[in-house]
């Protein structure tokens, strides 16, 4: 009996930890369309690339995922940089700015006209972004290879893109990525269930001996 309370307990404790780590995707911007992309390398004329979005309600963004490709296939090493903007007509102040390294890249299996395509997803500071406000995200690369980065179009929500090569200029385009809030930056919490779920093992066990 004991090593039951004791096997449930540690279950109990796993499925409550569990449900704390998992990411909430707060904004989608679509499917990738495996249709090619944007161009958003330091080593080429547009060197940044962007879409702006919209919250339904105010929450902490703090991970994203996003899909791109580079036209050819030779090996990179990448470092990416992520910027906020205020958004409006053309993206508007920074806000806020964040080297995200590599990217954690994954090769899909797809292919954009031949071009390998690849996940990328990475965690940042967490930032609490406002309600029905318009904002801008961007991307920019500086990889070590001669092939230049491009971030991959999406099905949609039409979220008005647009590169800068010395001005923003306008693409229109929807961008293939994904915004969330990752909870497991906050484990405090999970850690004192578990000590509380331990004490009530304890004490259940107690009373099992008298």
Do not use: C
């Not at 990411?23 to 249709?35: D, E, F, R, S, W």
């Not at 949609?156 to 590169?163: D, H, R, T």
């Amino acid at each position: 009996m004991k090593a039951q309370a004791l096997t449930f307990a540690a279950l109990l404790f796993t499925g409550v930890f569990a449900s704390q780590v998992q990411a909430a995707v707060v904004y989608n911007g679509g499917t990738p369309n495996l249709n090619g992309g944007y161009y958003a390398d330091q080593g080429y004329s547009y060197s940044e690339t962007g879409a702006h979005f919209m919250l339904n309600s105010a929450t902490a963004v703090n991970s994203i995922k996003w899909w791109g490709g580079y036209d050819g296939n030779q090996a990179q090493t990448d470092n990416f940089f992520l910027k906020f903007y205020a958004g409006g007509a053309t993206p508007g102040a920074l806000l806020y700015s964040f080297n995200v390294g590599g990217g954690n890249k994954t090769a899909t299996g797809n292919s954009m006209f031949n071009f390998s395509e690849y996940a990328y997803q990475s965690a940042f500071s967490s930032i609490m972004l406002a309600a029905n406000t318009s904002y801008f995200i961007s991307l920019s690369n500086q990889n070590s290879g001669s092939d230049t980065w491009f971030w991959e179009t999406s099905t949609g929500p039409s979220n008005n893109g647009y590169s800068y090569n010395g001005s923003w200029t306008s693409t229109a385009a929807s961008l293939a990525f994904e915004l969330s809030n990752d909870s497991r930056e906050a484990v405090s919490a999970p850690a004192s269930l578990g000590l509380f779920g331990l004490s009530l093992l304890a004490l259940g066990l107690r009373r099992r001996r008298s």
